[in-house]
């Protein structure tokens, strides 16, 4: 039995042609060269063909010199100029213009080491895979053939007629053309550039994702997140945890920690936590809602905030239910129980619109729409309130401070009025049609009624407090918007984020990149040298230069090589 197990491993001779040896050289070997056909042997199912083969028949191995092609089936095919091959090991080693040909797909590089009991084979130094799709270059590279699976290593590229792929790592699978890479990558489409440093993609309909230091510059769009998602049938991408979308062409930010970005229809979708910063004045306005879209082209650009919206910059905020501002108009409107804060002063009406000057890029006016009322803490008594009120408030902003404030119809007023001892001289109550308003420092200097005002100062003790309030007052002073960071609510700040891992997939498997890093053995991060145990280690020693010769040699003159015909087995 133990006899028939050792035969079963042996290099078979199928056509020897010439025979000669060379002690000298070429010690215990026997060498055969092609005469009209090439020396072919067969190994466990695979055959090999070459014009001269070195055989080592005790070692069970042999070299393979001159046009060299190993045949596995019908499944592999593989050209070269050497072998070196290792019938205990079934290990080949294969160079000079090697060209591995398996399951539809054509891999070529200058040396290949080709396993036959794993059926894997490997480069150490550049090689080049071709399949019905794509065109994958790398410095190093295994294929697993069962699998049908390929793992690239170090200066990976992929070609493709649609876009180019640049990576440190990546696993490519013949059958779906699924590539799933690790570390720094970089993935150029016609309308797209997909960065991410572990991601899927799938190269047929150029779709994928990210969930690593992910950048997509969409458009005029630059995306970029824990995770994103990309479509390029759909024009479509998502990106989840720590996101920012910014707008290059109006210099706006989204950020949040759900947004979707729909290319074609040139929209942003945001939630969880999101908020739009934009530059006003040399100011930043930050911008928040349950739920932020942006609609439209560059110069005609749509922004919503619904629910729950609030807005922010140094000297102005406010909050609504919901926001709407158009790029073109230059118009933002506050919807639905609105307040903004201008310094010291609380204004609320139906609701409030903020108009920008296009040119200059400015705050230039406000509009109070329906039940109209301003509303300021009294600076020197701290416990009354300045107010005044009517249908509609007219505001007029100047170097961004509101300087002039027009209150008409049904207009009232409850002014503190001081000398310049700040001691208090009365109170003001009046109504009239028409009040204007002058502001200096964010506060009130000037008051002017219009048509019939009807009023007059009291005294403070001739005026009771419930006097001191006009119908409908209300102060939301504890609901004022004081930083930037007062946008959010208890609930945006106490949101834990989910991790991000993708879908079941190999980037998951070790997903955290310290894992990666324990597991030496992942081909990913170490691609091994298969190295055969002695004594077939001499299998893969350097190239001999007289083994160049035995491919061009020619007989010393007056002198007629020693050859004998083989066609069999043969034993030394």
């Known amino acids: 039995m133990e006899a028939d197990t050792v035969a079963g491993k042996r290099i078979n001779i199928v056509h020897g042609a010439n025979f000669t040896k060379d002690e000298a050289q070429f010690p215990g070997a026997s060498i055969f060269s092609k005469d009209e056909r090439q020396v072919q042997f067969e190994h466990q199912g695979a055959d090999l063909w070459c014009d001269i083969a ?37 290990l080949a080693k294969a160079y000079e213009d090697v060209l591995l040909e398996s399951n539809k797909t054509t891999l070529r590089t200058d040396t290949l080491y080709f396993n036959r009991e794993k059926q894997e084979s490997y480069y150490l130094d550049s090689g080049t895979i071709i399949d ?23 200066s990976v590229h992929i070609d493709n007629p649609e876009y180019t792929v640049d990576s440190e790592r990546l696993d490519y699978y013949e059958t779906s053309k699924n590539a799933y890479m690790y570390g720094p990558s970089t993935i150029t489409g ?31 769009r630059i995306v970029e997140g824990d995770s994103v998602y990309f479509d390029k049938a759909t024009e479509f991408a998502s990106a989840t945890n720590n996101i920012t979308v910014t707008d290059t062409v109006n210099d706006g930010v989204i950020r949040a920690h759900y947004a979707e970005v729909f290319k074609g229809k040139d929209s942003v979708f945001a939630t969880k936590r999101a908020v739009s910063i934009s530059l006003v004045e040399q100011d930043s306005l930050y911008m928040h809602g349950d739920t932020l879209m942006v609609t439209g082209k560059p110069e005609n650009r749509i922004l919503r905030a619904f629910h729950n919206a609030k807005f922010y ?37 139906d609701s409030i619109h903020l108009l920008s000057n296009k040119k200059t890029e400015q705050l230039d006016s406000l509009k109070v729409l329906n039940n109209a009322f301003i509303i300021s803490l009294d600076s020197v008594s701290m416990t009354g309130y300045n107010q005044a009120k009517g249908i509609n408030l007219y505001g007029k902003f100047i170097e961004n401070e509101l300087k002039l404030i027009d209150l008409v119809q049904n207009t ?19 109504t009239c049609s028409k ?16 048509t019939n005002p009807e009023g007059d100062i009291f005294p403070e003790k001739e005026l009771p407090p419930e006097s001191r309030k006009l119908e409908g ?10 930083t930037k960071d007062d946008i959010f609510d208890e609930d945006d700040n106490n949101m834990v984020l989910p991790i991000i891992r993708g879908i079941d997939n190999p980037i998951d498997i070790d997903a955290e990149e310290e894992d990666r890093e324990r597991n030496a053995g992942d081909p990913v991060n170490r691609i091994p040298i298969l190295r055969p145990a002695s004594p077939s280690q001499a299998a893969n020693r350097p190239e001999k230069p007289e083994e160049d010769q035995l491919l061009n040699q020619k007989p010393k003159p007056g002198e007629r090589p020693k050859l004998k015909k083989l066609t069999t087995d043969s034993k030394e």
């Open 54 to 90: 070195i055989f080592y028949q005790k070692e069970n191995r042999l070299r393979a010199l001159g046009n060299v092609r190993l045949q596995q089936g019908d499944s592999v095919r593989m050209t070269s100029g050497k072998i070196n091959y290792d019938g205990e090991t079934k």
């Open 132 to 154: 019905s799709v794509n065109t994958l270059t790398s410095r190093i590279g295994r294929y697993f053939m069962e699998l049908k699976k390929l793992q690239f290593l170090d």
């Open 190 to 220: 016609n309308t797209y550039t997909f960065y991410f440093e572990r991601g899927f993609y799938d190269t047929k309909v150029e779709s994928g994702y990210g969930i690593k230091n992910t950048r997509i510059d969409y458009n005029d």
């Open 313 to 349: 910059k140094t000297d102005l905020s406010g909050k609504c239910d919901s926001i709407h501002s158009k790029e073109k108009t230059g118009i933002t409107q506050l919807i639905d129980n609105p307040v903004i804060w201008n310094a010291e002063n609380q204004m609320t009406g």
């Open 412 to 430: 009232e007023v409850i002014y503190y009025m001081y000398n310049d001892d700040d001691e208090l001289i009365g109170i003001d109550k009046t």
């Open 435 to 450: 009040i204007s308003i002058t502001m200096a420092d964010n506060d009130i200097e000037n008051l002017t009624f219009f």
């Open 473 to 482: 007052f209300v102060w939301r002073g504890d609901e004022r918007i004081l």
